[in-house]
């Protein structure tokens, strides 16, 4: 069992940045690929961007590369996402998951296992 807290979100201006943190419960963090995701609301839940349990390999949605990265830090049992250049679309609440298959970086909802509550980010025009 893995328990996850976000933390990080808020207000920010458009082209701003923020850093989400999410800190997990449990020794077993160091063996989950962990991954973030974002919730409009209206909309459903999208992949962001995930990081193998080594930080050997990231993924991102296309529409964050170049602005976002995902990183941890296992002996913190952290995983964080920094968002530079974030634009007023990307209002969301941001979600942090852990997927206990490593060997691929997954993006869809269901594949993983264990989900934070989530943090609000709102960026403003």
């Known amino acids: 069992q893995v328990q996850l807290v976000e933390s990080g979100g808020g207000l920010v201006q458009a082209g701003g940045s923020l850093r989400l943190s999410c800190a997990a419960s449990?020794?077993?963090?160091?063996?989950?690929?962990m991954g973030w995701f974002r919730q409009a609301p209206g909309k459903e839940r999208e992949f962001v961007a995930a990081?193998?349990?080594?930080?050997?390999?990231?993924r991102y949605a296309d529409s964050v590369k170049g602005r976002f990265t995902i990183s941890r830090e296992n002996a913190k049992n952290t995983v964080y996402l920094l968002m530079n250049s974030l634009e007023p679309e990307e209002t969301a609440v941001y979600y942090c998951?852990?997927?206990?298959?490593?060997?691929?970086?997954?993006?869809?909802?269901?594949?993983?296992?264990?989900w934070g509550q989530g943090t609000q980010v709102t960026v403003s025009s």
């Open positions: 990081i193998t349990p080594s930080s050997g390999s990231t």
């Open positions: 998951a852990a997927d206990r298959s490593v060997f691929v970086l997954r993006v869809g909802v269901r594949e993983y296992d264990y």
């Open positions: 449990g020794r077993t963090f160091s063996s989950y690929a």
